[in-house]
């Protein structure tokens, strides 16, 4: 770390040391509540309420009031005594992060001295104490509902769909465990694979959260695990999907395809007959024989629809004793693609947990953590492979077969322009101290280590030192298909976190609690992106090479004050950080490859890099104010606005970047773009595609953002709520600018700068019913309007090049602005325990749920004009909507203190397939004979020229698929 890093970080936590009052995200809740007198209503000062097999309490004030802090989210029992009055334990109080739980509760005098009654609290139908759009499913919601992941919770939400958050991409969301960002930082992505029969809640915040939270402009997810002091509880469960064809279309090794049915002896005899064939006078029986054996697949690509898919789950949690509790987690899924691919399975793990120490009354250790991760011939949808990586990593295949006629379809392994599998690592450690002062405040001290390791390398030995792509590739007969591929090329990154905060709340007021926090994050990781070749007679390299130790921090204030008629949470956050680095000073010849500039070796020709001038980077900040009011109208109705600045670090692989090519054939030396000496000249220039080339300029983005909604709950048990917003972005680093250098233009960099805006605006409306009964459902309807464009420059050319600057222009890139409409809805049937009516003595109906879900979007805007139409304008038109229902059966059953529970959940219930949608001259093709059959109007098959069925439809609403479950609470 350089010298004035240190010196930046010890001023920091001599602040630290010097400012008592700290607080970062909170991942738990709290209780406010008033005590009366049952007949006279007057206020009971120095009543007692405990939280049940808790060490959590308080005493009511002068006006009858109590507040319990630091409350983690489940359901409770409240203990209400004063005395000569009757004990109240108030059941079913449920307390959610972030949240005030409120509680009004009468005591009557006892008439006999030590009774106890047992009430139920009320459930309150709308949240008076959240200001922004908060959205939580609890571990109840999310058993019953056909969903396996976290992401499938968060897909069931309105304002999300599909990894978009109101438009917004994944990469602009961070992910927190119990309050502690999971987000790696390099290519912003968040590890997600956390067991659901683990978590206790997870809440998603889509606009107007409070100064508390940073790093995401589009959402915060937090992920709370369970919790409690008392017996041991536990979940196994297993699940598995049957073995069968899940993909559109026959079998990739159909011997109805028509490399079987045409590839046969009539063929190979032609072959034989024909002088200028490669066959000519061989034995056509002998060329069947052959050519059926090199197209028998290998039993890892040819028995794909053969294979189940499992999983295995279990869950254990509870107290060891009164002063220590656990929690541990484990899943293993041997995942199976839907399409033949280079390995047989694509596993999955994750094993988290936890251990809670009470050291004293007042002061809790927690230690935990979670080790997950991956291996995965298909895509996992990380933002690697999305505009944070690289071009060329969003043109790179996989090592999959999704067509038949591929040419990788008897050997993915190690073809050029595949990546190979990938192998995930994550794991996260972390230590937590809470100290309760008293009654009023607490503070925490959290330090967390996470650590991210992706590999995209040749591990199973396909290639060879001496053979490479292009120069020794081989084809079986017929030349179309690969026998084997020699493609030399691996992605290997890892990233390190560690996160340190120290955090203070205290509820100074009865209905007012301030906030202060501060924290620091430093970051240490490397990438190594290689791919090589031999063309037009040469080597290729393509690289991208680098390595950082940046930091970040952050420092907020805020004031949350609550009053029966209005609550308001209004406060600041300070956002900064440094790339804590050397950066070139010429952006244009950061390898000082050139003659000219300034650092290249007098003694050496064009091409040979030297030791480039460099500048140190600056350190950035922003200060974002945010404002959220909830207003009660009434009982049964509250409105609420929000507004806020958002600001997001970018991924820091656009700040540190490094693509290069050079074309040595000395692996000992191509990763070094420096390698050059006296002795050794090693050409090396700056490439475009593999990555973009650091900039040190690169600054914060911004959304600012404006919401109003209203919830309203109807007396018969039904709610809705309507939400409008507005989110106005700037400084998005997404311009792409060319940078050429003055006296060599061959090869360039591009560099990303903030030069994006766009503008979105959309409502959201949701009703759903909280009915007493074995039937309930809920709808959500939400639709966006936007539009984007980029300010910049295309092109930019060192100072004395005889080239001109090429701007984009503020206009001539603007986007037009596109709506998307989406609906959610779902239908739930609980039959309780005993329910229903007896058939020779058996309830069929006791302890079964049936849960519908159905999602529906517009289709896509695109833009056809007709022959004969002189409009110009864009998006005219709108592809199908497209829709899918889904269903979970279960059905209970209890043995002693063991539920055991079998299910069956359904995706795409009526296997609905919908045509993915047309470009260019197909799209012109589809629209202009609409005479034909569809099926005539619909892509062929280039090599076969038979229907394409595997591509007409979109996998958006993949076939039908089946998992039984097994389920086991105990």
Request: hydrophobic share 35%.
């Amino acid at each position: 770390m350089k010298k004035n890093t240190w010196l930046r970080l010890s001023v920091f936590l001599i602040f630290v040391l010097l400012f008592p009052f700290m607080l970062h995200a909170a991942n738990t809740g709290k209780i406010f509540g008033k005590v009366t007198d049952e007949k006279t209503g007057k206020p009971l000062i120095g009543a007692n309420v405990l939280i049940e097999n808790t060490s959590l309490g308080s005493s009511t004030d002068q006006n009858g009031q109590f507040v319990i802090l630091n409350v983690h989210p489940g359901t409770y029992t409240l203990i209400i005594s004063y005395m000569g009055y009757t004990t109240v334990a108030e059941t079913g109080v449920e307390v959610r992060v972030d949240n005030t739980t409120w509680i009004e509760t009468e005591l009557s005098p006892a008439v006999i001295e030590g009774t106890t009654v047992t009430v139920t609290a009320d459930k309150p139908l709308i949240d008076k104490s959240t200001t922004g759009s908060k959205q939580v499913a609890s571990s109840e919601d999310f058993a019953k509902e056909p969903i396996n992941s976290v992401e499938e919770v968060l897909e069931t939400q309105a304002g999300i769909f599909q990894g978009t958050y109101r438009g917004d991409s994944q990469v602009q969301m961070v992910y927190m465990l119990n309050d502690i960002s999971v987000n790696s930082g390099l290519f912003s992505d968040n590890f997600t694979g956390f067991n659901l029969s683990a978590i206790q809640e997870i809440s998603v915040m889509t606009g107007g959260y409070s100064a508390e939270y940073g790093e995401a402009r589009a959402a915060v997810v937090n992920v709370v695990e369970k919790m409690t002091t008392g017996p041991i509880k536990g979940t196994v469960q297993l699940r598995m999907r049957p073995a069968g064809k899940y993909h559109f279309g026959r079998n990739m090794y159909s011997k109805e395809n028509f490399d079987y049915t045409s590839f046969n002896l009539e063929y190979w005899t032609a072959q034989t007959e024909n002088p200028s064939s490669k066959f000519y006078g061989q034995n056509p029986d002998t060329l069947l024989h052959n050519w059926r054996q090199q197209t028998t697949p290998d039993p890892v690509q040819g028995d794909y629809a053969e294979r189940p898919e499992y999983s295995v789950e279990g869950t254990l949690y509870g107290g060891l004793n009164k002063n220590v509790s656990f929690l541990l987690s484990g899943r293993y899924k041997r995942g199976v693609s839907i399409y033949p691919q280079g390995i047989s399975y694509n596993p999955e793990h994750n094993l988290q947990g936890y251990l809670n120490f009470h050291l004293s009354s007042n002061i809790q250790l927690r230690i935990g953590g979670f080790f997950g991760g991956y291996e995965s011939a298909e895509s996992m949808g990380t933002n690697f492979d999305s505009w944070e990586g690289a071009q060329e990593h969003q043109w790179l295949g996989q090592t999959t077969v999704t067509t038949p006629y591929s040419n990788s379809k008897y050997n993915p392994m190690g073809i050029i322009y595949d990546h190979y599998p990938e192998l995930r690592k994550w794991y996260q450690a972390y230590a937590r101290l809470t100290h309760t002062l008293n009654d009023k405040s607490y503070y925490r001290i959290v330090a967390s280590y996470l650590y991210d390791n992706m590999d995209r390398s040749d591990r199973y030995g396909v290639t060879s030192d001496s053979l490479w792509s292009r120069r020794d590739d081989t084809f079986i007969m017929g030349s179309r298909f690969y026998k084997q591929g020699y493609f030399h090329a691996w992605d290997k990154n890892r990233s390190v976190v560690k996160q340190l905060d120290f955090d203070y709340t205290n509820q100074f007021l009865t209905n007012q609690q301030l906030k202060f926090g501060l924290g620091i994050r430093q970051f240490n990781f490397d990438v190594e992106h290689f791919m090589a070749s031999y063309e037009g007679g040469g080597r290729w390299n393509l690289l991208n090479v680098f390595d950082g130790e940046p930091y970040e921090g952050h420092a907020f204030i805020q004031n949350l004050i609550e009053y029966p008629g209005i609550i308001l949470n209004a406060g600041f956050r300070l956002d900064f950080f440094d790339q804590n680095r050397e950066a070139s000073a010429n952006m244009f010849d950061p390898l000082a490859m050139q003659p000219s500039t300034p650092g290249h070796n007098p003694d050496h020709p064009l091409g040979i890099p030297g030791d480039p001038e460099t500048v140190q980077t600056e350190l950035q900040w922003r200060v974002a104010p945010r404002l959220g009011i909830s207003h009660p109208v009434s009982d049964r109705s509250i409105l609420r606005f929000s507004y806020g600045h958002f600001y997001q670090r970018p991924s820091w692989s656009k700040m540190f970047g490094f693509p290069f090519v050079n074309y040595t054939e000395d692996m000992s030396t191509a990763l070094d773009p420096f390698a050059s000496n006296d002795t050794l000249l090693q050409e090396t220039y700056m490439e475009e595609w593999q990555g973009f080339y650091g900039n040190p300029k690169l600054g914060y983005e911004r959304s600012i953002q404006y919401e109003v909604s209203m919830d309203y709950a109807f007396e018969q048990g039904f709610i809705v709520k309507i939400t409008g917003y507005y989110k106005d972005t700037d400084n998005e680093a997404s311009v792409v600018t060319g940078l050429y250098a003055k006296d060599y233009t061959a090869t360039k960099a591009f560099m990303v700068s903030n030069g994006g805006y766009s503008d979105t605006r959309g409502m959201e409306l949701k009703l759903d019913s909280r009915l007493q009964s074995v039937v309930n459902f809920g709808v959500s309807y939400d639709v966006y309007w936007n539009f984007y464009g980029e300010v910049g420059f295309t092109r930019l050319n060192e100072p004395g090049s005889d080239f001109i600057d090429l701007p984009i222009g503020q206009n001539s890139s603007k986007g037009n602005w596109s709506g998307f409409q989406k609906i959610k809805g779902w239908l739930s049937l609980d039959f309780p325990k005993d329910w229903g009516p007896s058939m020779l003595n058996v309830k069929p109906l006791s302890d079964m749920h049936i849960y519908t879900y159905l999602w529906w979007r517009s289709g896509d805007p695109y833009t056809y004009h007709p022959p004969g139409d002189l409009s110009t304008r864009e998006n005219n038109r709108h592809w199908f909507n497209i829709y899918q229902i889904n269903l979970n059966v279960a059905k209970g059953f209890h043995i002693g203190n063991t539920r055991l529970e079998i299910s069956a959940d359904i995706r795409n219930v009526f296997n609905r397939k919908f045509l993915a949608r047309l470009y260019g001259d197909d799209l012109k093709y589809y629209h202009e004979n609409s005479h034909l059959p569809l099926e005539d109007r619909l892509p062929k098959n280039s090599y076969s020229k038979e229907p394409n069925v595997w591509h007409w439809y979109t996998y958006e609403v993949p076939p039908r698929q089946v998992y039984l479950e097994l389920k086991f609470d105990f």
